[in-house]
Nanobody, 119 residues
């Protein structure tokens, strides 16, 4: 079964930091583009950051300068380092990836991890 498994969410005070991880597993050859999204209650899902297989990154204006996306291709894992967190960053965070698997090229979502930032 090809899947993405997230970890690293939790409760943090405003101004603090968290690091999220998302690992691809299953019968896979590798991972192409990877991304992080978030969804707050009553709001649309928001694309936060993307990273290509070669390491090219892009960020939403809302997180630029505070969040950093990175990846470890040997571990098929993408990370999101979140610094200077604000209460408005509270949301469920989800990773997304295009995975090169034995069953073909597939897109998967992680299960989501809750990030809560207290004021």
């Amino acid at each position: 079964q090809v899947q993405l498994v997230e970890s690293g969410g939790g409760l943090v005070q405003a101004g603090g930091s968290l690091r999220l991880s998302c690992a691809a597993s299953g019968r896979i050859f590798g991972v192409d583009n990877m991304a992080w999204y978030r969804q707050a209650p009553g709001k649309a899902r928001e694309l936060l950051a993307t990273i290509s297989s070669g390491g090219l990154t892009n960020y939403a204006d809302s997180v630029k300068g505070r969040f950093t996306i990175s990846r470890d291709n040997a571990k098929n894992t993408v990370y999101l380092q979140m610094d200077s967190l604000k209460p408005e960053d509270t949301a469920v965070y989800l990773c997304n990836a295009v995975i090169l698997a034995t069953i073909g090229r597939v897109t998967r979502w992680g299960q989501g991890t809750q990030v809560t930032v207290s004021s």
